[in-house]
């Protein structure tokens, strides 16, 4: 009996110095992350994709953590190419219904505890598509990663991620919903009929945006759109800086509780809106529109080193025309 007490004793302790070790070796670069899954140790393998299917008009992206990038590719004439890389081939599954391309991947993480952090994640799928092709439908729902469409074409698209950046460079996409909770959205040579932009936290950034309607929806972050044609209008910040360079709409209207607004180099068509509640706003006077100042509360107006208190206005009978207002705060028009 005693032989085999000391014989479970001396395993078990063996067992754990095993553990240790190698939890030990991952933290200190031994280059193997340690996850613990349904009563046992799993090591994640690194698996390369490849996979060519043909006559695809949709993409339909479904990932917990994972970086996707769409891009063309001159050498393909028909269909698409995924390839990348992932660490559990069990949780990817790739499969054609129809002329849709249906993606999923869970990466088991997720409901592991973690015993090393010096390897990141290296989830990453590249789809290439031919250079002249435009796609029916996107749709990407991705938990924590990073989504790039670069030089893309499609009509419809739907981008939806929690924890991870957006980026679209030089495409051409009818309608895009967009819905990034916490990260950085960049936009940089979008052509669109109609964007919809809906963030948590992270940055906004859209430059040389073509969009004949165009709505933004921020919780709390920074949104600088410049060199952009936003169409139809309406940005909305709850709190963070709102900057316009060199942007032009029709009857804007943009509205934030705590945001600041920096305007410079707007051209506007018909009436166009911006209010804040407690923020401030300094604008460069153009000739070419009328103004209206209004501070509802307390706060103060400097219009072309014109002081005012509570209301200014100069113009403002002409077509295209701009209402400043908050609730508290100052309103600078100035060179």
């Known amino acids: 009996?005693?032989?085999?007490?000391?014989?479970?004793?001396?395993?078990?302790?063996?067992?754990?110095?095993?553990?240790?070790?190698?939890?030990?070796?991952?933290?200190?670069?031994?280059?193997t992350r340690v996850f613990w899954h349904h009563g046992h140790f799993w090591v994640p393998n690194n698996v390369k994709i490849n996979q060519?299917?043909?006559?695809?008009?949709?993409?339909?992206?479904?990932?917990?953590?994972?970086?996707?990038?769409?891009q063309p590719d001159q050498?393909?004439?028909?269909?698409?190419?995924?390839?990348?890389?992932?660490?559990?081939d069990a949780g990817f599954k790739i499969h054609k219904d129809q002329k849709t391309l249906k993606l999923t991947y869970q990466n088991m993480n997720d409901n592991m505890p973690s015993f090393s952090d010096v390897l990141?994640?290296?989830?990453?799928?590249?789809?290439?598509?031919?250079t002249e092709v435009k796609l029916q439908k996107i749709k990407f729902n991705v938990q924590n990663g990073n989504i790039e469409l670069n030089?893309?074409?499609?009509?419809?698209?739907?981008?939806?991620?929690?924890?991870?950046?957006?980026?679209?460079l030089h495409s051409n996409i009818n309608q895009l919903d967009l819905n990034n909770d916490n990260g950085a959205t960049h936009i940089d040579g979008?052509?669109?009929?109609?964007?919809?932009?809906?963030?948590?936290?992270?940055?906004?950034?859209?430059?040389?945006?073509?969009?004949?309607?165009?709505?933004?929806?921020?919780?709390?972050?920074?949104?600088?759109v410049q060199k952009s044609q936003l169409g139809q209008a309406l940005l909305s910040v709850n709190k963070g800086m709102t900057t316009l360079n060199q942007v032009s709409a029709q009857?804007?209207?943009?509205?934030?509780?705590?945001?600041?607004?920096?305007?410079k180099g707007l051209k506007l068509a018909g009436a166009g809106t911006?209010?804040?509640?407690?923020?401030?706003?300094?604008?460069?006077?153009?000739?070419?529109?009328?103004?209206?100042?209004?501070?509802?509360?307390?706060?103060?107006?400097?219009?072309?080193?014109?002081?005012?208190?509570?209301?200014?206005q100069t113009n403002f009978d002409q077509d295209d025309r701009l209402t400043l207002t908050t609730y508290r705060g100052d309103i600078m028009v100035d060179k």
């Open 52 to 70: 060519k299917i043909k006559d695809i008009n949709d993409i339909t992206i479904q990932g917990d953590t994972l970086d996707i990038e769409i």
């Open 274 to 312: 911006i209010a804040t509640q407690s923020g401030n706003i300094t604008a460069q006077q153009q000739s070419d529109l009328g103004y209206r100042l209004v501070v509802q509360n307390q706060g103060k107006i400097e219009f072309k080193h014109i002081s005012a208190k509570k209301w200014y």
């Open 120 to 130: 990141q994640d290296e989830d990453h799928l590249t789809i290439k598509v031919p």
């Open 190 to 224: 979008l052509i669109s009929k109609h964007t919809n932009m809906n963030t948590g936290s992270g940055n906004v950034n859209l430059r040389n945006l073509k969009s004949d309607k165009t709505q933004v929806h921020i919780d709390e972050a920074e949104l600088i």
């Open 151 to 168: 030089q893309i074409a499609a009509k419809n698209t739907r981008l939806n991620n929690i924890e991870g950046q957006i980026k679209i």
């Open 251 to 263: 009857d804007l209207f943009a509205q934030s509780i705590y945001g600041d607004y920096n305007l």
């Open 75 to 88: 050498n393909i004439k028909n269909g698409i190419v995924v390839e990348g890389n992932i660490t559990n």
């Open 1 to 31: 009996m005693n032989k085999i007490i000391r014989s479970f004793i001396i395993g078990f302790i063996l067992m754990v110095l095993g553990i240790v070790f190698m939890v030990f070796g991952s933290m200190n670069g031994g280059g």
